[in-house]
């Protein structure tokens, strides 16, 4: 026998016995591996989608949201994926054809059936909510406001998704919704920090919500909601002020400057050099103006600028009453407002005009803003036209007003400082998606934020898979080890023999 014949027939691995257990311990492992990481793998990309309809008081705009399948309830995942302008203005302009406020979601309706893929339609919730437009609508004429209702409805009735209603929000809705997107994008809910507090200008009303520590709601209980969300209970103030949108308010200012029934004002809060004639009974068509209609008025006036921020400022604080606060302290109109606390969200119009303005930097301070603002408020009409071509004229021949009252209502309103302006930014998207009350309204209906915090799986799926990999190789060393008493007698039963 040579000596390497030899080694061979000493050698147990060599045994077919050995060779067998070892093959299936192999194929054992490979075959646990193999189960415990697809059992595991996260389920490849599907995607819920949800659609909300923000038919505010200037436009209506739709938003598409998209969140894993598997992880509805706990994660903090959900994103705008889309978003759709809607033609024209908002559903409220529409009173007098109703049909036509239907119509207009059409396209926007249509955009949205392309991007959600087609076996997730008729499982996709799709709401629209209506805010200050509709609500003033409703106070000034509510079979008007029904049927501009009625026609929405039956518009999006037609549409293949699932359906959930259109109604009008409360302003509380709107100002605590804000405030739940503006936290939940910053990943703020979920892991209980310090939140932001949220300020959104619209056309028609403003909406201020924050968390203050000396506020637990007893002061003014209409300004509170309460909300336990992953776990931990907030008490937030949030406030809504109905035709203090840029709007409402602009309509306020020009009905302080025609109380007498001029034929032509010299407004400070447009550019020199801009002159337009105007309608008294359009100015005054609205309940937040309605009751000042001067009596004998002409049909119309010429509105000219002559551009100066700080008589702008005084005609905009004229529109601020802060005669009475029946409570510890107030914002402006008797509202109570408790501490201001916190980094602040400015959005929406926030946004629009401060981005315009090139005054997003809250770093700056607000003595230069006015500065800069005061400058660009006296700059002529014609100028400011040829410097922004492509900027549509009725957004253009407003900022010099939009401005001014935005650091009027900050600083005069809501008592913000010159230090504690710098809290604010202004933002109009976090993380891709755009700041506003319509996610925090999806996921509240879709009760996509639990209130208590998620159980997370003890250990990561890589944690999961190395540990099963590491014992199960443990388990088959283990188990040929405990084959050990055979090996001699396999090597030497042929001397044996
Ligand atoms: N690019 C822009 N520049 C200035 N203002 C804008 C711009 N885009 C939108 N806005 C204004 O933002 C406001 C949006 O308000 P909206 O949401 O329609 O009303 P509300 O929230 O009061 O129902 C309107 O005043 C609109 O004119
Ligand atoms: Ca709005």
Redesign the pocket.
């Known amino acids: 026998m040579s000596a390497q014949r030899e080694m061979k027939e000493k050698n147990p691995w060599h045994t077919p016995v050995t060779i067998i257990i070892t093959v299936i311990g192999v194929i054992a492992i490979v075959a646990l591996v193999t189960v415990a990481v697809l059992q595991n793998r996260p389920v490849s990309q599907k995607y819920k989608y949800g659609i909300v309809l ?1 038919a ?4 209506t705009a739709l938003y598409i949201y998209e969140w894993p399948a598997e992880k509805d309830n706990n994660t903090g995942r959900v994103e705008q994926t889309h978003s759709c302008k809607v033609k024209g203005k ?1 559903i409220s302009s529409y009173a007098s054809e109703p049909w036509k406020a239907g119509e207009s979601l059409t396209l926007c309706m249509q955009e949205a059936e392309q991007k959600v893929p087609k076996k997730r339609h008729h499982e996709t919730p799709l709401y629209l909510g209506a ?3 509709m609500r003033l609508l409703n106070m000034e004429n509510s079979s008007a406001s029904d049927k501009v209702f009625q026609a929405v409805e039956k518009a999006l009735q037609k549409s293949p998704f699932s359906y959930q209603g259109a109604r009008i929000l409360s302003g509380q809705e709107e100002g605590a919704f804000g405030w739940v997107t503006v936290n939940y994008l910053d990943d703020r809910l979920m892991q209980g920090l310090e939140t932001t507090g949220a300020l959104d200008l ?4 403003t909406q201020i919500s924050f968390v203050s520590d000396n506020y637990d709601g007893s002061e003014s209980p209409s300004n509170s909601v309460a909300f336990r969300l992953y776990g931990n209970d907030y008490n937030l103030y949030t406030h809504s002020f109905l035709c203090y ?3 409402q308010v602009l309509r306020m200012a020009l009905a302080q400057q025609t109380q007498s029934g001029p034929r032509t004002i010299l407004d400070p809060c447009f550019h020199p050099g801009y002159t337009e004639i105007k309608n008294y009974s359009v100015l005054y068509d609205s309940p937040c103006v309605s009751d000042r209609k001067p009596q004998g008025a002409p049909v119309s006036f010429n509105h000219r600028g002559n551009g100066s921020f700080g008589q702008c400022q005084e005609i905009v604080k004229s529109v601020f009453n802060f005669t009475s606060c029946k409570y510890s302290q107030c914002s402006f109109n008797g509202v109570f407002q408790p501490l201001l606390q916190g980094p602040f969200g400015a959005f ?2 926030y946004y ?2 401060m981005n ?1 303005l090139n005054l997003t930097d809250t770093s700056i301070p607000l003595d230069t803003v006015k500065d800069k603002l005061t400058r660009y408020c006296a700059t002529p009409w014609d100028q400011i036209k040829l410097q922004h071509p492509n900027v549509k004229l009725n ?1 253009l021949e407003e900022y010099c007003f ?1 401005g001014t009252y935005i650091l009027t209502l900050l600083t005069e309103g809501y008592n913000f400082t010159s230090e504690s302006y710098s809290n604010i930014k202004f933002i109009k998207k976090i993380k891709g998606s755009d700041a506003g009350w319509t996610l925090g309204y999806m996921l509240n209906l879709t009760n996509m934020i639990p209130a208590e915090a998620p159980d997370s799986p003890p250990l990561p799926h890589a944690g999961y898979v190395s540990i099963v990999t590491i014992i199960a190789l443990l388990l088959v060393v283990l188990f040929i080890l405990s084959l050990r008493p055979l090996w001699p007698r396999c090597s030497k039963q042929p001397h044996i023999i």
Do not use: E, N, Q
């Open positions: 923000d505010g008081s200037s436009h908002g805010t200050a437009g619209g056309g028609a009303s949108g840029k709007d929406s119009a629009f005009v315009f957004y939009s």
